[in-house]
């Protein structure tokens, strides 16, 4: 179940929820935040979300995921609010038996997010701030 959170992502405890004893591979993806973005300094990010919507595409997405790859599970967690540098902004762990279909639907995971689920960013610099369009950033 994905769920959108405000407070630090717990990535070890996302991790025991998913990975059982049959699992060969579990593949931690975390999304964090950096200091610099197409050439400027970022101060601190902000996430804001369509929050019921956001939840519906990200349990649709978690789905899509288990249905399309050959793995067991998966969980999303993305967080909203302000975030530091090194804040991590989104989780997805995914296990499974096999180390090659963990991965693949880890990466399909983050790329689909950024495209399909209404969680917008705005970055902040010393002299400004932008909203970002999905996509990888």
């Not at 399309?68 to 999303?76: N, T």
């Not at 967080?79 to 296990?95: K, N, P, Y």
């Amino acid at each position: 179940m994905p769920r959108l959170v405000r407070d630090t992502i717990d990535i070890q405890a996302l991790r025991r929820d998913i990975a059982r004893p049959e699992d060969g591979a579990v593949v931690t993806f975390e999304g964090v935040v950096r200091n610099h973005a197409r050439g400027r300094k970022v101060l601190y990010l902000e996430y804001h979300a369509y929050e019921s919507m956001a939840l519906k595409k990200l349990e649709e997405l978690e789905s899509d995921v288990r249905s399309r790859f050959a793995i067991r599970d998966i969980a999303i967690v993305h967080r909203l609010g302000r975030l530091e540098h090194g804040d991590c902004s989104v989780a997805i762990v995914v296990a499974g038996a096999h180390r090659s279909p963990a991965y693949e639907a880890s990466r399909f995971a983050i790329d689909t997010l950024k495209k399909t689920v209404p969680v917008w960013k705005k970055e902040f610099y010393e002299d400004g701030e932008v909203w970002i369009e999905g996509g990888d950033n």
